[in-house]
């Protein structure tokens, strides 16, 4: 047989061949339409393709989204909501320009006195050595034991800068020409990491030399957070207290008892509670125009977060050391009370 032969009876075994493979498979295919509704809708579909915003994905989302609602339903009433209330506290102030933040922690309640001044933002001033040390404890920065810088011989205002001067001294003295330089070896990246992790006001370090604030041209005495880019409400700054020092912090215990340590202004064996905080103290022309006193207060029934803040206030005397003075008296009142 010729091999052309041989192919042709090939292919007409072939074309037999896929013709009953044909017959076969229609008779499959009638017999499954043969069957009931309810087998058809079990059989159908064995694999769906869900395409963005199809109705079959829009059903999905909706049946868990109940579940997920619930969950947070349940979260939440493990707390008791947040409450707001308006104090009077003119009496603390006599006058002053100012405002005053309490947050019970407790109680998870905020005590506003003048509420528009209390969510101003304003420049942090010196209270920001709280967040840059914040920073450098954490990262290794700064090591407390191992912390004094050299001072460069330039003759600052402040007798207490004029020397080589350690971590504590430091943010005791309020030295800004050892947290400028602490503010730079943390770097504008880490910086402004932490800055949008603790929501801290503005977040805006744009102006990092502090080239804004007119009232000192020496650049080892300015920086972001000094009457420049950077502000933040005192509302704001009690958040973020409780963000640092709270229940929840993300920072370590360590970096936190470091901190404390250094905030420290009242001893509990003394005055019955624990108070922590930071001054800070700004100008223009020569005017104070941001005086603030914030931090937090221990207590047996959980912490207290503060924060004090006083303008500029025509023929009276303003400083970081009476906004102290202020919430000082208005957190132990309130322990008392």
Avoid at 125 to 154: H, M, Q
């Amino acid at each position: 047989m010729k091999l052309s032969e041989k192919y042709v009876g090939n292919k007409k075994r072939c074309r037999r061949f896929c013709f009953l493979y044909h017959i076969l498979v229609c008779a499959f295919i009638l017999a499954g339409c043969s069957n009931d509704r309810g087998a058809e809708e079990i059989k159908t579909p064995e694999i769906v393709v869900y395409t963005e915003g199809s109705a079959e994905s829009m059903e999905i989302d909706t049946a868990v989204g109940p579940e997920s609602e619930s969950e947070m339903e349940l979260a939440s009433e493990s707390e008791p909501e947040l409450e707001t209330v308006e104090a009077d506290w003119s009496a603390y102030f006599n006058g002053l320009n100012g405002t005053a933040v309490l947050y019970d922690a407790s109680a998870r309640r905020y005590t506003l006195y003048d509420h528009d001044l209390a969510l101003t933002r304003r420049s942090p001033c010196s209270t920001f050595k709280i967040i840059s040390s914040l920073i450098a404890l954490e990262n290794g920065i700064l090591v407390p034991e191992d912390s004094t810088r050299t001072w460069s011989g330039e003759v600052f205002w402040n007798e207490d800068w004029n020397k080589d001067i350690d971590f504590s001294e430091a943010f005791r003295t309020s030295c800004v020409w050892y947290y400028r330089q602490v503010a730079d070896d943390i770097g504008k990246d880490l910086m402004q990491a932490n800055l949008d992790h603790l929501r801290y006001g503005s977040c805006d370090i744009s102006d990092w030399e502090g080239r804004l604030n007119t009232n000192n041209q020496n650049r080892a005495l300015t920086g972001f957070w000094l009457e420049s880019s950077l502000t933040i409400s005192p509302k704001e700054q009690v958040e973020v207290m409780e963000r640092i020092f709270g229940e929840h912090s993300s920072y370590s215990v360590r970096t936190q008892t470091e901190l404390k340590q250094v905030m420290l202004v009242s001893d509990p064996e003394e005055t019955g509670i624990a108070i922590y905080g930071k001054t800070g103290m700004g100008k223009t022309d020569g005017i104070v125009v941001d005086a603030w006193f914030t931090g937090f207060a221990e207590g047996l029934e959980g912490n207290l977060y503060f924060c004090v803040w006083l303008g500029r206030t025509d023929d009276r005397d303003v400083s970081s050391s009476l906004a102290k003075e202020i919430a000082v008296r208005i957190v132990s009142d309130h322990y008392e009370n």
